[in-house]
């Protein structure tokens, strides 16, 4: 007889599953990433793209995204901070998880660690700022922490198999989360070389050859359904970050695509990036590179290692394998540029350190031991603590930059209707970007690399950036220019002659279009 089980006996027979060390990396990352964000859980603050986007169902298969649409789905369409951002909290948290068993962490401090790590890194804000996607952004990381624990963890094809169908759907939501899976994967080989006595060489070689299949076939199945999705749909591919440009370089083109790569790699180890954005940060990260190195070299000197040939054949590999991997899409894309939403994968450097030391310390002497968790738990703690800081630095900014936006555009739309030739009907070309909005000096470089949260306004330059916040925050239903006629406006005698904004005749008709000359 059939016996279909209760929501509740289900929920019991969930609880008596998940471990002690699941369950802290859950509430903790929760906990810890509801009060790192709760600013912009609360408040209604856009940018650019978000202004835009308050309500997108994300069918644009064109960006390679063939399964974003459906992972947005999941909390409607429109960008509501509290579901958004509540959503993707849950999404980090269950991330969270999936990397305390992939590990297999024990050490409640480093399980807090890990989590903090996760959710505070200045990506997740950036995300937040696009609220209308970071839900689906933050889906795309769990299944890609997912792919990487069923390669290394599930025995049998059941777990490549079931990796690669996870990398596909992770990728197809948004491709950035490759380098995550990628980092995990290496993470993980790393830690199999480096303790001999739990995996033997067959071990080393049969996850090498796991790795393969998953990833050839977890990447070929989303060619193959982006492939399908762009024909059923009659587009093809955009040239945004160059995606209808990737291709597996040729040699000409190899070496200025690696160069790209360590460039790229070391650049963001600059104060002027997020790893070490203030003196705190950067002794933090170097303590967190020493930590790192040392816990390997203890892993490799006390277990042994340098015996093994395969082992050393295959470390330096592994190692050369970090840059590439980070920045996977320099290598398959003349037109990348990778940003600050494309970078959590970056995080795993630091929680690098709290799963190396849960690793190497039962190898240490007791004081010994003790000196490394507190310098561990320093480091990562500075880290935490600075990237709370930097978030709301930048929801700090982005409410401001909202007020002053608002600020400004009531004032134009006033002078508009105020002026003697108003046609409610008339369309209207805002020309330039104005540049008398106070700046903040405090933020303008700290801020520089937060995507989506940087600068004094939340658009501008174009017709086409002013009309979203004046439809969706005034409630002005205007119509503006194309950029083609913009174009011709400003090419015009007397757009030339016209002072700039707010100076008297700096709005006027021309051609039968209100014209706001804001710059030159």
């Given amino acids: 007889m059939l016996s279909i089980k209760s929501p509740s006996e289900c929920l019991s027979a969930l609880n008596r599953r998940l471990t002690k060390s699941q369950k802290t990396a859950f509430l903790a990352t929760v906990l810890i990433g509801f009060l790192c964000h709760l600013f912009i859980f609360t408040n209604s603050m856009y940018n650019n793209d978000d202004i835009r986007y308050l309500y997108v169902t994300f069918d644009k298969p064109e960006l390679g995204r063939w399964l974003q649409t459906y992972a ?35 050490n409640r401090v480093g399980i807090v660690l890990v989590s903090g790590l996760l959710i505070t890194f200045p990506t997740v804000a950036s995300l937040y700022s696009y609220m209308f996607a970071a839900d689906p952004f933050l889906l795309s990381c769990l299944l890609g922490a997912l792919a990487a624990f069923c390669v290394c963890r599930i025995p049998g094809h059941r777990g490549w198999i079931a990796g690669a169908a996870l990398l596909c759907c992770s990728v197809g939501i948004y491709q950035a989360y490759l380098s995550f899976t990628l980092i995990l994967m290496l993470m993980f080989f790393v830690l199999m070389l480096l303790q001999p006595d739990t995996w033997d060489d067959k071990a080393i070689l049969n996850m090498a050859v796991r790795y393969i299949l998953m990833l050839a076939t977890g990447m070929g199945a989303y060619y193959l359904g982006m492939v399908v999705t762009l024909k059923v749909k009659h587009t093809q591919l955009s040239s945004y970050q160059g995606i209808n440009d990737s291709s597996i370089p040729g040699l000409s083109e190899i070496r200025q695509r690696i160069v790209k790569v360590i460039q790229d790699f070391t650049d963001f180890f600059r104060p002027s990036q997020v790893l070490a954005f203030n003196g705190w940060m950067q002794f933090a990260l170097l303590l967190s590179l020493l930590l790192l190195a040392f816990f390997f070299f203890l892993l490799y000197g006390k277990n042994r290692v340098y015996k093994s040939l395969l082992r050393n054949l295959f470390l330096p590999v592994c190692i050369l394998c970090i840059p590439p991997s980070l920045n996977v899409f320099y290598l398959i894309s003349s037109g990348a540029n990778i940003h600050m939403l494309m970078r959590h994968a970056w995080c795993l450097l630091f929680i690098g350190v709290a799963v190396f030391y849960e690793k190497g310390a039962p190898l240490c002497r007791e004081a010994g031991r003790r000196l490394l968790e507190w310098a561990s738990f320093t480091a990562l703690f500075l880290v935490i603590w600075n990237y709370i800081l930097l978030s709301n630095i930048a929801y700090f900014n982005m409410n401001f930059r909202y007020e002053k936006t608002y600020a400004l555009c009531i004032k134009i739309m006033d002078r508009i209707e105020q002026s003697e030739e108003y046609d409610r009907d008339r369309p209207i070309a805002f020309i330039g970007n104005y540049s008398k909005t106070y700046k903040m000096e405090a933020t303008e470089n700290l801020l520089d690399p937060m995507t989506g949260m940087k600068g004094p306004r939340v658009f501008g330059g174009t017709s086409r950036a002013y009309l979203p916040f004046f439809q969706n925050c005034l409630g002005e239903d205007i119509t503006v220019v194309t950029p083609e006629e913009e174009e011709a406006l400003r090419a015009t005698p007397e757009f030339q002659e016209m002072p700039r904004f707010p100076h008297d005749g700096s709005i006027r008709v021309i051609n039968g279009v209100t014209v706001v000359k804001l710059n030159d």
């Fill in 72 to 106: 947005a789905g999941i909390s409607s369409y429109f960008s509501m901070p509290v579901v958004n951002g509540i959503l993707a909290l849950l999404y980090g948290g269950f991330t969270s998880m999936v990397l305390t068993a992939l590990f297999d962490l024990k």
